[in-house]
C-alpha cells in the first residue's frame, strides 16, 4: 500500500498545473553566465531575478500578446525585481519588437 501513495504523490507532482508569473522582459547580450556557460545573443537563454534564480539548466516557458518561446536558464539578472527576466535578443524578437525595450509577461517553468 505504502508503495501505492508513493506513486500516486509521484504522479500528483508530474501533472500539477504549473504557476504562471508576471514581470518585465528586456534583453541583453548573454556572455559567460552565472551557470558557467557561454552563450551568444542567438541562443534561447534567460537571465533570471535573484528571487527566481538557481535553477540552472531549467526552461522557462514566456508568452506575450499571444505569442510564446522556451528559453533556458542560464545566468542571473542582479537587476531584475522579483518576477521579471532578461532574455537573449533572439527570444525577445520572438515575441516583441527589440525596439520596444521592456514588455509585461508572464512566464511559467516548462
Not at 500500500?1 to 500539477?16: D, N, R, S, T, W
Not at 551557470?35 to 534567460?46: F, R
Not at 528571487?51 to 500578446?65: D, F, P, R, V
Not at 533572439?90 to 517553468?109: C, M, P
Amino acid at each position: 500500500m505504502y508503495a501505492v501513495a508513493k506513486v500516486f504523490l509521484a504522479l500528483g507532482a508530474l501533472v500539477a498545473p504549473s504557476i504562471a508569473y508576471s514581470g518585465d522582459m528586456t534583453y541583453y547580450t548573454p556572455g559567460l553566465g552565472a551557470c558557467g556557460i557561454t552563450n551568444s545573443e542567438s541562443d534561447a537563454v534567460v537571465a533570471m531575478s535573484p528571487a527566481q534564480y538557481g535553477h540552472c539548466g531549467q526552461s522557462i516557458k514566456i508568452s506575450y500578446n499571444g505569442k510564446t518561446a522556451t528559453a533556458k536558464v542560464v545566468d542571473k539578472c542582479p537587476g531584475c525585481a522579483g518576477n521579471s527576466i532578461d532574455v537573449s535578443p533572439t527570444i525577445f524578437q520572438q515575441l516583441a519588437d527589440l525596439s520596444l525595450g521592456r514588455v509585461q509577461v508572464t512566464w511559467e517553468w516548462a
